[in-house]
């Protein structure tokens, strides 16, 4: 799935300035699941298949308040 074709929920408001793309995103998909971009994290070994991310709180809320939850 490209990026092109995800709705993104966060980074396009008010917040701090990301080059290339490269800051922690919430993007809704087609389908009504979600794809998170963040740092990645090492905090416990995820299933196979799964892996993990760490976002900061404001990005959550952002996502939270565009979905109108």
Known sequence: MARE???RLT???AGP???DD???NVYRTRRGSFVVQGDASDA???PAGEGLVE???HVLREA???LGW
């Open 5 to 7: 074709e995800l709705i």
């Open 11 to 13: 980074g396009n408001t």
């Open 17 to 19: 300035t990301c080059d």
């Open 22 to 24: 490269d800051c922690p």
């Open 44 to 46: 416990f070994t995820p």
């Open 55 to 57: 976002i900061p709180e």
């Open 64 to 66: 939270v308040r565009a």
